[in-house]
């Protein structure tokens, strides 16, 4: 496994380590129903993260990698981003075609300060460049507003809405579908403003 490290001004995006505070941080985030409200999934326990945390480790060990699920911590938290707590995750699912679906989702303390973008932009870069990926999708909850204004300012564009897609917040609901081509990936512009 080569592990990952990615840096941006503010964030660094990182593998998981098996860790309580890993643990901790991770059912900080997928415990919170503020947070599932828009995943696939409601709220997890303890357990449920530990499990995951678990799978994390396993998928980044796997040859050929097809998952990256990954830490976001911030650099001001701690002077080595192996130290730092996750405050979010960010992640790509690899296709078998050079494409991948991207996913990022963000603790409820931390929302607001455009990490979001800043860490979709790195997976941007590391899909494109590293992986040398032709092109990223993402599915949005329809009623996440945010996470869409994320992607279209990354240079995503919409593809279509997908009817009742999957459950959100206990319910089916309609996801609209955004992609971005390598060739479209203009990389993350310095001066990019949180997206509110």
Do not use: K
Not at 63 to 77: G, H, I, K, N, W
Request: glycine share 12%; hydrophobic share 40%; charged share 25%.
């Amino acid at each position: 496994m080569v592990p990952i490290r990615l840096l941006g001004p503010r964030l660094a995006v990182r593998e998981y380590h098996h860790t309580p505070a890993e643990v901790d941080a991770l059912h900080a985030l997928f415990g919170d129903p503020e947070v599932t409200r828009h995943l696939p999934f409601g709220p997890c326990d303890r357990e449920t993260c530990a499990d995951q945390l678990e799978l994390y480790l396993e998928e980044a060990m796997a040859e050929p990698r097809s998952t990256y699920r990954l830490a976001m911590v911030r650099r001001a938290d701690a002077e080595d981003p192996a130290d730092a707590v996750p405050v979010g995750q960010a992640a790509l699912t690899l296709g078998t075609d050079g494409s991948a679906d991207l996913g990022y989702v963000l603790g409820s303390r931390v929302r607001g300060l455009g990490y979001a973008g800043e860490a979709a932009g790195l997976l941007c870069g590391l899909a494109f460049g590293a992986l040398g990926l032709h092109r990223l999708a993402a599915s949005v909850d329809a009623d996440n507003t945010a996470s869409a204004r994320v992607l279209t300012r990354l240079g995503f564009r919409a593809e279509g809405r997908v009817r009742q897609d999957g459950p959100a917040g206990g319910a089916r609901r309609d996801a609209y579908r955004y992609g971005l081509l390598a060739a479209d990936w203009p990389g993350l512009p310095p001066d990019l403003p949180p997206a509110r």
